[in-house]
């Protein structure tokens, strides 16, 4: 969900394309850091990580729509 924040408070000063690669390298980091940790933490993050794209998926369109 930080991503899409990310993508939406720079709507004014990147373009479209920079946006998107900007939320989708802040998704990888995350994933990147989750799979760093040992045992049943990156379990936890990991779902936290689905959690949060799937509210993303969700939330994305709305606070776009809010934005404009």
Known sequence: MGGIVLGILTRHRLSA???LALTLWAKGVGVLLM???PG???LIVGALL???YALGQLAGPMLSA???
């Open 17 to 19: 394309g920079r946006r």
């Open 35 to 37: 799979m760093s940790l």
């Open 40 to 42: 049943i933490g990156s």
């Open 50 to 52: 689905t959690c949060g």
């Open 66 to 68: 809010l934005s404009t």
